[in-house]
């Protein structure tokens, strides 16, 4: 590991400008990711501003919205009262997520910009555009079981990892970051950048930007919401194939959906296809199936994960059933 200096911010405005000031520096909260990638050689910094004295970690609710600090950790936020009661998806995906110590460690704003787990982007012997821009793309040709079926392009066809981001696309939430340029609000589904040439940059921040916070409204569509994830042991393993799905109906008929998916892409999924063939809708086993075929409409599998097309498939169909009462 490279040798790095340590700091403590005072407060935002000091953490902000300490790391945009500086291109090797970076924040620290829990560092359950960043110290491995640091360990690994795929991610280098020499200063680190450790953020946890900040008051960033409250979770409170404001006229119909409620407010997640960027510091909350996960494990609290999990079993926050007003976050199972309201957003039943959003406590499911984060106790799906790493194990207990890990979730009593890792803070909201951390996880949602932890990196893939691409086994060639943490190897720093093999070619990746992702840590080293214009090296190539291992798992095209390579290994890519875990890799992406939508999203992906001829630079890199990584999975985005965080099930929290799943589900906090289901709930149409807000980032909330400052940085050198100010506050900014972002919409959850414009903060992921899809690979394309520049699969470097994955979100829409810029060095020295920090997320403070998550905002996300309240309703009836996230009251009636799960978290399903597949993958290949019970416990501290990322999805194979995860959906997140929150409802909102009458009778049987679809009032409104929402529909994400993660393990399967470059950046948390939503298909507004697969939500407009059941919107209107009864559930029923047709309407269901016209869902699973669209969100897997313009997939593209490679030699090992075309199994994924499938699973997707019968995941949704899963969740959606349970959430409506099907049999």
């Known amino acids: 590991m490279k040798a790095f200096t340590y700091a403590k911010a005072r407060d935002v405005a000091d953490a902000v400008g300490s790391v945009g000031s500086r ?13 491995n990638l640091m360990k690994d050689g795929a991610q280098i910094h020499d200063q680190l501003i450790d953020i946890n004295g900040l008051p960033l970690a409250g979770i409170t609710q404001e006229q119909g919205v409620v407010k997640i600090g960027g510091l909350a950790r996960m494990g609290d936020v999990a079993a926050h009262p007003l976050i199972r009661r309201t957003f039943p998806v959003l406590s499911e995906a984060l106790l799906a997520s790493a ?6 460690m890792a803070a909201i704003g951390g996880n949602l910009l932890q990196r893939t787990r691409c086994g060639y982007f943490r190897d720093v012997g093999s070619p990746c555009n992702k840590r ?5 793309c291992s798992a095209i040709g390579g290994e890519n079981r875990g890799h992406a079926v939508l999203g992906g392009s001829e630079s890199c066809i990584a999975v985005q990892p965080s099930d929290l981001a799943v589900a906090l696309l289901a709930l149409d939430a807000t980032v909330v970051a400052t940085g050198p ?10 903060f ?16 020295g930007d920090l997320i403070v916070g998550v ?4 309703s009836a569509l996230a009251l009636r919401s799960r978290y ?11 999805a194979v194939v995860s ?4 409802l909102n109906l009458r009778g049987q008929v679809v009032q409104d959906v929402r529909l994400t998916f993660g393990g399967v892409a470059t950046k948390p999924w939503r298909s507004r296809e697969a939500e407009a063939a059941l919107r209107g809708r009864a559930l029923t086993e047709a309407s269901i199936t016209d869902a699973g075929q669209a969100a897997v409409a313009g997939a593209v599998a490679r030699e090992h994960n075309a199994f994924k097309i499938e699973l997707l498939r019968r995941a949704l169909s899963v969740i959606v059933k349970d959430l409506g009462g099907v049999r």
Do not use: C, W
């Open 23 to 35: 291109p090797g520096a970076t924040f620290i909260a829990g560092g359950t990711d960043l110290l």
């Open 99 to 104: 194990s207990p110590q890990v979730r009593n």
């Open 132 to 136: 080293a821009p214009g090296s190539g």
């Open 181 to 190: 340029s100010g506050e900014r609000r972002i919409p959850f589904d414009e």
């Open 192 to 207: 992921y950048l899809l690979p394309g040439n520049s699969p470097d940059r994955e979100t829409v921040l810029g060095h």
């Open 215 to 218: 905002e996300i409204p309240t």
């Open 228 to 238: 399903l994830k597949l993958r290949d042991r019970a416990t501290f393993e990322f």
């Open 243 to 246: 959906v997140a799905a929150a």
